[in-house]
């Protein structure tokens, strides 16, 4: 028999029209109602003050943004809690995700904010951690000199001065790069390697010593052929052994995936070691047990 999803449903990793999403708020928040959530956290791309097809745009966009996700929170309170959050990039010297800066993201008074390294800066450009493989490849080789090594090791350098740096809530999807390490392909890089493994320990101990949850996300899983969520289970060994906390997100763009392989996800987190997922209402952050 299937074990049940944790009971307190929540998921805070929430894409919609206001940024890549491909259905408006509302329809994420009506099929959030009918898939038993007790709270929905919306997190458009934000990479402010600057943005790109993706991303909400300055200034207008999230004022637009704010608007709307709050009267969706009272439109749904008697069904549903909803927190106005972002998914805020870092690229360093460019932009931070970080809560506590006037200018920036504290301006907007979000109620949490997930913080995602998506672009990795190299030698006269960059490489997003999870853009299509074969253009993944091809910037490797243009501002990395084909070092693969040096390009992954590139991705969590920058993870950990965002950590080091940034002040937000929850770490999205901390192995992104592993997108370029989907089922049936050719991977870009051993995840057995022992220079690989030295880079998911030290990443560890900055995300412990920052104190923010990482989320169990399922994204790649519904979208990107992988062959289970980030972080991988050997990264989510390490992050309990330092008694990082973990909540579980889908990372949804479309509503059908508001809970995918959540069960999944949750049976990922018992095998690690963990007996506790985190999770937030508007009120802070709570735990409830899974064991």
């Known amino acids: 028999m299937t074990q049940p ?3 307190i449903k929540t998921n805070y990793h929430t894409h919609s029209t206001f940024c890549d999403g491909k259905e408006t708020a509302e329809a994420m928040a009506q099929a959030a ?9 919306f ?8 943005c790109n097809d993706w991303h909400i745009h300055a200034p207008d966009g999230y004022r637009a943004y704010l608007s709307e996700i709050g009267r969706l929170k009272e439109a749904y309170r008697e069904q549903l809690e909803i927190l106005c959050g972002f998914e805020a990039d870092f690229i360093p010297g460019l ?21 995602s390294v998506h672009y990795v800066v190299g030698n006269g450009g960059y490489f997003e951690a999870d853009g ?26 920058s993870e950990r001065q965002m950590l080091a740096e940034s002040r937000f809530t929850i770490l999205g999807h901390a192995d992104l790069v592993r997108r370029q390490n989907p089922k049936d392909t050719e991977p870009l890089f051993d995840e057995e390697a022992d220079w690989y493994t030295e880079e998911l320990e030290k990443t560890a101990d900055a995300i412990a010593q920052a104190g923010v949850i990482v989320e169990i996300n399922t994204g790649g899983m519904a979208r990107c052929n992988l062959a289970g969520p980030y972080p991988s289970p050997a990264f989510l060994r390490l992050l309990h052994a330092r008694k990082v906390p973990v909540t579980i997100n889908s990372d949804a763009h479309r509503s059908e995936y508001l809970d995918f392989a959540f069960d999944e996800a949750l049976q990922t987190a018992r095998e690690a070691g963990y007996t506790q997922l985190a999770w937030l209402d508007g009120r802070g952050i709570k735990f409830q047990d899974i064991g």
């Open 95 to 115: 932009t931070r995700p970080d809560k506590d800066d006037a200018d920036g993201y504290g301006q907007f008074s979000p109620d949490f904010i997930i913080g």
């Open 5 to 7: 999803v944790h009971a």
């Open 132 to 157: 299509p493989l074969q253009e993944t490849r091809e910037r490797i080789g243009r501002y990395f000199d084909g070092d693969v090594r040096k390009a992954v090791s590139a991705y969590f350098a």
């Open 33 to 41: 109602v009918r898939k038993g959530f007790q709270v929905l956290g």
């Open 43 to 50: 997190s458009s791309h934000a990479m402010y003050p600057f």
